[in-house]
């Protein structure tokens, strides 16, 4: 027994082989069907006409969820730690609301928790833990967070500097009735989205609106100038073509310029 | 004959030499042609006043199409093979549209079936494979997919989380009348296009709108780093037209303005 | 009088002293001025108020240019080369409308050929030609030219694609009246501008616009990763802080690693 | 007393070691407080409610400024100078609305002023001076600035020459006003912000936004080119960090893992 709990755990948190990957795919496959069922359901017609059957697929998904969380307090030798650690909470949580719904029925609340199950999602992406693509790109964001919060800093020092100019120029009469709703406006408009729902009508605000709009123009390519040096950077490692082997040792990090090999010390 | 036909298949199906190549500008003229009479008579102006030579042109386009379409039949030596392919069918839905308007009134179908005949565009592209720089578009974008892809998985996640986020804070009558609804309002604002056919009207609602522009902002630098950084690797070969080799140890990247080898001294 | 010509012909056609420059630059002023006037009058107010003083302005401005045309009509040796030259036409495009309207009533035709005087701001950008970072952009534009041609070729097939099948399933009713309409929303979607005039209505319609704004958002990564390698490779000749100079010789782009000089042969 | 003030004054000035980063970091904190204060103080419906407890915290947000403004004059040797400084007026203008305050009683004109006080962010940013990764953004768009200004440039003659051909094409009665508007326009297409508060109605007003639409999503890659290309050759200098010294022959781009030296063999 003690073999066969040590496998089950082995297959339920790890994913370095075929039967534990499986475990996780169609963990994926059910949080997605999950959630593509709270997703349809959400659509009022939708509901009117397969609510029923979405119901039951959801008592379905929920009862597979309670297995699985149940087997996974089972299987962790530290169990509170596991339940309150924030993988924990999230799985209860992702069952709680539909046992909740047997009692409370305040359904707009329950949505909001089962919104919640989505998090899930982020348990799976694990898997990407073994996919050298995604470990690229979250080193190379990693390695570029201090650059990128520092520039959304000053993104936000200009956002809060310019909502205020613009909230004094084009004031409530034209839209902008606050502060924070004149920031609101230049985060719409200095990250180019621009909804419309807030535009300025004086020649003035639009003079300002013009020079956000550069700024916002012209500063997008700080972001994308940092993450692309960090991941030109990052990929030199991969240029194996202009890498040579050490004939003594095999250690093949040599550059076609080296003498003598790196680690070994002997003469290529 | 047998000669001729080859000689035919050759034309028709490669483009290596300036007949072939002619036969494949001559079919991207007839395609762009056939498709711009479609695309202007699809304006109701256009339609009541050139209506008529429109369709005559069209039934001439037609023929031409069908004509190349039964001598690839005849050229190829496993027609079935040619005639279930993805070109193939391609190439039968190009002409069959028209074929089908003698016998069926459905006008709005044939001209989804007819706006298929763009496809065959496709087909054209293949000129592109003797531009280099088409070429270097292609490899770029085609060693970028995977990583590609695991950015536009994330940024469906982020979408997935944030539509249901804004569901649940603006609710139906704000605009946000289901999950999908948000889901495209969530893919309009983080792509930073911004229709403002619907927009968040409470100030919790105009906060997370805030955190997904400003986020979308930010990893829109993630395909142009992969990009990027791909483009600049793939660039290097490139450069080898610039580099010389010395005469008398062989090292290889002397610059075109070198009089000396900077290995060995060398007269060059 | 022939020296004094030539002289004259040297100030007005070149730029590389400070006499030519400063010719330029009163030229650049000029141009600025009597734009900044066409601006200005077309705004109704200003116009009511301050309509004489813009007009008497007008006619200085061209007076000047008319004074600069024939100056330069008169120094060129090959008059009617120039007088039929691109820069030539547009020099007399630039005067001719103020003369026409003493005959001509028309004010809205000639404001439309006035607005042409604009293109003399290319002429004055040779200054430009001697700023080398303005030579910078546009070689690596230059060089970027055919991939972003292929690029804008491949955007126009997906304008072209997606124009006609959101016709089809959006149609006149929700405002995509024709291919070519649809074709304009295809492109304010893709290249995510967003101007929100027309909007896809139908579950369908938001799918696929949804498509067209994630590649329009991927996409973006192309002409940009095309542009920023062309520019890292030309970067490399700045880097003067990785080269050394040769004691023998005095080369000075010799690299780190070089045991002989490039030019002279001797040992650095 | 004196070394009292040279400490003083070296703990106001500079920020160098803990104590003086303290006094930015308190100063920061009370800056964001009162610009929190007059963010909040904006919104109708909490002025209403705590109005009243805004104005104390202003107050008292006031004294403590003006406290460290007299502390400032105290402190300089050079009063005048650092009183008329761009610093000494900011922190001037922080202070001198709430005391006009109690003289004048317009409100409109006083926020106004009252906004000033956002600019003593860029005061207390010094602090980012000994933050690496703020000045290697800022180096590296210092050494853009030049490019990027031939670039709004470049920019501004677009939106000069587009705007007016807009304006000609569609008109007064299609929102297209003036050319000022014109213009405020297409810096709202090009930079694909794309507001819709004004749309071109004509086909020829649409081909010709499309064309800038285009332009504007092509030459996005321009400032981020130059950015990238910056940061990519400044990112080298930073390397060194992760490099050793060979103890026997003073190669200096050994890696934290070689063993040996690649010039001379030595073990390191």
């Known amino acids: 027994m003690r073999l066969s709990k040590k496998y089950l755990s082995h297959v339920v948190f790890e994913s370095n082989d075929s039967v534990s990957r499986g475990f996780d795919v169609v963990l994926l496959i059910l949080i997605f069907g999950s959630v593509t069922i709270a ?8 509901h009117e006409t397969y609510g029923s059957i979405f119901y039951s697929l959801e008592i379905g ?34 069952i709680l609301p539909v046992f909740l719904s047997f009692f409370v029925a305040n359904t707009q609340l329950l949505s909001v928790i089962r919104a919640l199950r ?61 502060i924070p709703v004149s920031m609101y406006w ?15 009508s004086t020649p003035l605000g639009q003079f300002f609106a013009s020079v956000i709009m550069l700024l916002g123009y012209a500063i997008i390519a700080v972001p994308t100038g940092i993450v ?20 003594n040792c095999g250690f093949d990090h040599l550059e076609q310029g080296d003498k ?5 010390g002997g003469s290529v």
């Open 260 to 264: 003598y090999c790196r680690k070994c």
């Open 39 to 46: 997703v349809l359901d959400s659509v009022q017609s939708l």
């Open 61 to 94: 998904f929920t009862l597979l969820f309670t297995l699985e969380y149940l087997l996974r307090v089972w299987l962790t030798s530290k169990t509170w730690k596991y339940v309150l650690s924030f993988y924990g909470l999230v799985d209860l949580l992702a």
């Open 228 to 247: 692309t040096s960090e991941m030109s950077k990052r990929k030199k490692p991969d240029d194996f073509d202009s890498l040579k082997t050490c004939t």
């Open 118 to 178: 989505l998090l899930r999602i982020i348990r799976v992406l694990k898997l990407g833990r073994y996919l050298s693509e995604a470990n690229f790109i979250r080193d190379s964001l990693r390695s570029s967070a201090p650059k990128i919060q520092i520039f959304l800093f000053s993104v936000l020092t200009i956002v809060l500097v310019m909502g205020t100019l613009m909230f004094v120029i084009e004031g409530p009469q034209h839209g902008f009735t606050s």
């Open 186 to 200: 230049a985060i719409v408009t200095l990250t180019t989205v621009g909804f419309g729902d807030i535009t300025p």
